[in-house]
């Protein structure tokens, strides 16, 4: 093995303990700083600083790990004449920030803009596009929601800045419940409607607040309702659905209102 590769060797392993260690000191650090925080201030300070915090450290260990990369390109001959063309031409400039703003680099942007603006916080229940939950992480590229079914969606930050935001948790804390159910093409809405609305009233673990029905969609053999409405806050929706789905059925058979097979 040459001299240039045993030194690009040890500087990767140097950096790749530096990146470790950094992220623990990092993790450790501002652990402590939000939990003195807690003591000190209300919850809704802790939720913007541990936002920031969380956004830093993982700027600060990219960061990092761009400079351990172009210190090994400057160890080979070839890539550090490269490394050193393109730092030092302008046209480069141009290309970062060209780049900055497009998929994927647009969402390490839009992710320290989340940061700073704040929008959206861990811990609050947002509703961007059909995606409605608990933002659980907010990484250089995405946003972890956890849906009101339980899924897990992962938000590109460049949508989370570009398109409308609903954060639930400042406004109405309450979780949406929805289902779609079928019925016959000839069926009445309005007598279906009446139908499902008195299920949601009956069912007393799938009560819901607001309910609506509508028409979600008009099929070659059904016309698809959609009933939905707002649930408490600790309410499992995935249970209330299915429940509610259930009852719906059952009374809607019995109405005669379903698709015929």
């Known amino acids: 093995m040459s001299d240039h590769a045993w030194e690009a060797l040890i500087t990767a392993i140097v950096g790749i303990v530096l990146l470790v260690v950094l992220r623990f000191v990092l993790g450790f650090a501002f652990d402590r700083i939000?939990?003195?925080?807690?003591?000190?201030?209300?919850?809704?300070?802790?939720?913007?600083?541990r936002t920031r915090l969380m956004v830093l450290r993982r700027v600060v260990l990219a960061f990092v790990f761009i400079v351990v990369i172009w210190a090994i390109l400057e160890i080979?001959?070839?890539?550090?004449?490269?490394?050193?063309?393109?730092?030092?031409?302008?046209?480069?400039v141009a290309l970062f920030v060209g780049v900055a703003f497009s998929v994927p680099l647009g969402n390490i942007g839009a992710g320290i803009l989340l940061s700073l603006t704040q929008?959206?916080?861990?811990?609050d229940?947002?509703?961007?596009?059909?995606?409605?939950?608990?933002?659980?992480?907010?990484?250089?590229?995405?946003?972890?929601?956890?849906?009101?079914?339980?899924?897990?969606?992962?938000?590109?930050?460049?949508?989370?800045v570009s398109s409308t935001?609903?954060?639930?948790?400042?406004?109405?804390?309450?979780?949406?419940?929805?289902?779609?159910?079928?019925?016959?093409?000839?069926?009445?809405?309005e007598e279906a409607r009446r139908v499902l609305l008195a299920v949601v009233a009956e069912v007393g673990a799938s009560h819901l607040e607001d309910a609506t029905v509508g028409v979600a969609e008009v099929g070659d053999q059904a016309v698809w309702l959609t009933v939905s409405g707002f649930a408490d806050p600790g309410t499992r929706v995935e249970r209330v659905a299915a429940t509610l789905r259930e009852h719906g059925l059952n009374a809607l058979g019995r109405a005669g209102l379903l698709p015929l097979e």
């Open 34 to 49: 939000s939990r003195g925080a807690a003591k000190k201030r209300p919850p809704d300070y802790v939720a913007r600083l």
């Open 76 to 92: 080979f001959p070839a890539t550090d004449d490269l490394a050193r063309t393109l730092l030092a031409s302008s046209a480069v």
């Open 119 to 123: 929008p959206v916080r861990i811990g």
């Open 125 to 160: 229940r947002i509703t961007v596009g059909d995606v409605t939950g608990k933002a659980e992480e907010i990484t250089l590229i995405h946003t972890v929601v956890r849906t009101d079914d339980g899924r897990t969606a992962f938000v590109p930050n460049t949508q989370m």
């Open 165 to 189: 935001v609903v954060n639930r948790s400042l406004d109405d804390p309450r979780r949406i419940v929805s289902v779609r159910l079928p019925i016959a093409m000839r069926a009445s809405v």
